[in-house]
Structure formats: C-alpha cells, structure tokens
C-alpha cells in the first residue's frame, strides 16, 4: 500500500501486533520555544472510534493517563478542552488495514475528525509518517502528536511500535518509553542542534 492509497482510503483494523521488540521514534521542531507551553489539553483523532482496541474506553483511558502522567511530570498541567490551552495532545493508532472507508480526508477542511488539527502526513513529518505508519502498518503503531493550537503547527511527535499481546507487559513498557520520551521535554540546545541537522536531511528526501 502506498502513502498516497492510505491517504484516500484511511486504515481501519484491529490493533494486534506481532511480536515486537518495542521501538520508539520521537521527532520534533527545534525552532520552536517549548519552554512557553505550560499547559496541554487532549483532543480527538479520526480513528479511535475505528481502531478495536482504542475502542476500548479502558485501554483509550490508560494510554491518555501515561501520556498526561508523563507531559505532567515535566511541569506540564492539563486543563479541560474549553480552557485555553498551550498544548493540543492528539494519540491515534495506525494498525493492519482491515477494511477501508470512502470519506477522504480532503473532503473535510476543518480536520474536525482529527479534533480541528490536520493529521501532519507531509513535509518534513513525513519521515515519521511514512516511514513508522506505512511501511508498518500491518504491524501496529501509536502516535502521539503535540500542537500548537495557536499556529495548528505540529511541533513534536512520538512514535510508539511494541507488542501488546501482554496487556500488563505493554502497559509498563509504553508507560516507561513515555516517560523516556518525554525526559526531553524541553529539549536542550544541544538537542535541538541534532534535530535541526536531521530535519535538514530529511526535508531533502521528503520536500
């Protein structure tokens, strides 16, 4: 399946993985101050209700916990959706395409589905799109996004691909790869220089 069916199609499927080991990518815009943001608030995405095990609202529920646990832990505080809100955090699942559906996303300019936010599949996020959500998407990942609500930028991604047959073992592996990824939340300017360099590179395979 290419990118550009996945794009017209969407993915609905059963998020089982095989046996992975887990693998974490996390990406984000060295440009941007992080050190601004001191509050987040979850928004939705299109395909929770099409995913079976984010259906489920105590597996959906678990994995917002870690991801606020782990944006709490860096001095972050959540507030309600109709608060303002420096952070929008949006997680989805990209999973083995079971059936499809006919809406395409274009048709939909407000990305209301993907809580107001366009899903970030081009540019310079390509890489972690279609790299980590294409090329594996028989297999099973979860993506976390962080935006900015004021400019509806994308400024930091996570990437998570493990096995969740355990459902116990997953859960304390996805929390501890949070937390890992989140460690940093802001990055420094050290980090920041690497990212840059990366993104360079990428924008030249993917722009």
């Known amino acids: 399946m290419t990118c550009t069916l996945l794009f017209r199609a969407g993915a609905v499927a059963v998020f089982t993985l095989s046996?992975?080991?887990?693998?974490?990518?996390?990406e984000f815009d060295p440009?941007?101050?992080?050190?601004?943001?001191?509050?987040?608030?979850?928004?939705p995405a299109a395909n929770l209700a099409m995913s079976e095990t984010l259906?489920?609202?105590e597996i959906r529920e678990r994995i917002r916990n870690f991801i606020g646990g782990g944006l709490e832990g860096r001095s972050l505080t959540e507030v309600p959706r109709d608060q303002k809100h420096d952070l929008a955090i949006r997680f989805w699942a990209a999973v083995r395409n079971k059936q499809t559906v006919e809406v395409s996303m274009a048709t939909d300019p407000t990305w209301?589905?993907?809580?107001?936010?366009?899903?970030?599949?081009?540019?310079?996020?390509?890489?972690?799109?279609?790299?980590?959500?294409?090329?594996?998407?028989?297999?099973g990942t979860l993506v976390v996004d962080l935006i900015d609500p004021a400019s509806k930028e994308l400024v930091w991604r996570t990437v998570f691909k493990q096995d969740l047959t355990d459902r116990v073992k997953a859960y304390a592996k996805l929390k501890a790869n949070l937390a890992k990824s989140f460690s940093q939340?802001?990055?420094s300017e050290k980090d920041k220089k690497k990212m840059a360099e990366k993104r360079r590179k990428l924008a030249t395979k993917y722009m």
Do not use: C, I
């Open 19 to 26: 046996a992975l080991t887990a693998q974490v990518y996390t």
């Open 31 to 43: 440009a941007v101050d992080f050190t601004r943001f001191k509050t987040f608030s979850f928004v």
């Open 55 to 57: 259906k489920d609202p």
């Open 185 to 187: 939340l802001p990055p």
């Open 112 to 139: 209301m589905g993907w809580g107001g936010y366009p899903p970030y599949w081009t540019g310079t996020w390509a890489y972690s799109y279609e790299e980590w959500v294409v090329h594996n998407y028989h297999e």
